[in-house]
Each structure stands twice: as structure tokens, then as C-alpha cells.
């Protein structure tokens, strides 16, 4: 049960670290300071997936899981947990240029609350 919890609480830690790869900039706007810990994490999440690379929080989290007593996983984090909530089988391409005007312009609205805000503090 432990080595379960840890998996499961790794898990966790490993998908906060992919979203604040992603979307830290928006801690950046509130905080300059998360740009030291933002960088190096977005350097880290592009230096992954360009090499091909696996992830260590993969490799403890699936080996946490085998010590629980459950099959781990031959794919890395992205493949197994995030992939089948971005691409589900009833996606179509219609679905498709939908969600991809809800991501443009939700990351247009982002930075341009980001810029605007830091002319504001000028």
C-alpha cells in the first residue's frame, strides 16, 4: 500500500510538473521570481521530448508501482496518461478545429492579459 501512495503521489507531482511546464508563464504574470523555476522547467519538458528521452519521474513512478504489485507501463508518462485525454477515440476532425480555436484563443487572451499587465506595472 506505501509504494502505491508514493506511485499515486508521484503521479501527481509529475503532472504538476508538466503543467507548470506548460502554463507557468501565467505564475510568471502574477510573480516575476517563478521565471527561475519556469525556465528551466519548460528548457527541461522541451529537452525530453526533443532527445526522446525518458522522463525519471516515468522510471520512479513505474518502479514504485511494480513494487505495489501492479504492471507498470512500457510507454513514457505523455503516451500513457495524457495522450488518451487528448486524442480520445470519438475525437473527429471537426472536434479537432474546435479545440484547437479554444487553445488559440485562450493563449491569445493569456498573453495579452500578460502584456497588458506588465505595462500597467511600468
Known sequence: MPYRLA?????VLHLGFVLFGLLGGLLVAWRRGFLLLQLPTAAWAIF???TGRG???????Q???LRAGEAGYSEGFVEHYLLPLLYPDWLTLPVQYVLAAVVLLCNLAIY???IWRW???R
Open 7 to 11: 506511485a499515486d503521489a508521484l503521479l
Open 48 to 50: 525530453v521530448e526533443l
Open 55 to 61: 522522463c525519471p519521474l516515468t522510471a520512479w513512478e
Open 63 to 65: 518502479q514504485l508501482r
Open 112 to 114: 495579452a492579459w500578460v
Open 119 to 121: 505595462r500597467q506595472h
